[in-house]
């Protein structure tokens, strides 16, 4: 079964610094990818998503993330975090060939410390 | 921007109570779903929905559960008899085009608290 796994529930980082949230996947082939973003209060966000070709993606708000199939794994990155980058992330599979529901992990709760 | 919006953002409501959440897809969208939350829980697809009807569901998603597009802007999600375990966050997303994989839309959510 498809399953999607986030292995920090919670992270927190300095402001200015680099960050990078765990995402491992498993399925049969090859899924497609996503990283949402939720903000309290608000819906959910796409930052990027990965569908094929070039294996790092870039996405909104400077993150970017990197497809590394021989590890299932689709972590996400930013460089530089910033105080707005508080929220919870979200990665997401959807499975090729369905009828495009995705599949979650439980998330990672980002907080940035000053 | 357009935007998927979702009523109430909360609902409480006693166990074996019908309730109805609501939500309002972007206007061109032609694919809707509704997803839930529960608390410190991963985010669950419940159901799909195209052409006016459910396209499919989950596990989760039996005969307590109903979905309905009764106008051109609506969507809901019907909870015949709501139970204890039906508290969560429910969240309507909506795409569009072709049921490749276009971005989902994701509406605010709606909170639903069974007492």
């Known amino acids: 079964a498809q399953s999607v796994t986030q292995p920090d529930i919670h992270i927190t980082v300095s402001e200015g610094a680099s960050l990078e949230l765990r995402c491992n996947y498993s399925y049969g082939a090859t899924p497609y990818l996503f990283w949402y973003v939720q903000s309290p209060g608000q819906g959910l966000q796409l930052l990027l998503k990965y569908f094929s070709g070039d294996t790092l993606v870039q996405g909104i708000k400077g993150f970017e993330a990197e497809f590394k199939r021989s590890q299932s794994s689709f972590n996400l990155r930013k460089p530089s975090v910033h105080w707005s980058d508080a929220a919870e992330y979200f990665c997401a599979v959807g499975a090729r060939g369905s009828q495009g529901n995705l599949i979650f992990g439980k998330g990672t709760k980002l907080s940035v410390k000053p | 921007e357009p935007e998927v919006t979702q009523t109430p953002s909360h609902q409480v409501t006693q166990m074996g109570q019908e309730v109805i959440l609501r939500c309002v897809p972007i206007s061109n969208h032609l694919y809707f779903y509704w997803y839930r939350q529960i608390l410190g829980q991963k985010v669950e697809f419940l159901v799909s929905?195209?052409?006016?009807?459910?396209?499919?569901k989950s596990e989760i998603f039996d005969d307590q559960f109903s979905v309905e597009r009764p106008d051109g802007s609506n969507f809901t999600l019907k909870i015949r008899s709501t139970k204890l375990e039906d508290s969560a966050m429910y969240f309507c997303?909506?795409?569009?085009?072709?049921?490749?994989?276009?971005?989902?839309?994701f509406g605010p959510g709606t909170r639903l608290t069974v007492l």
């Open positions: 997303a909506s795409t569009g085009g072709s049921m490749g994989y276009n971005e989902q839309f």
């Open positions: 929905f195209y052409n006016n009807e459910i396209s499919e």
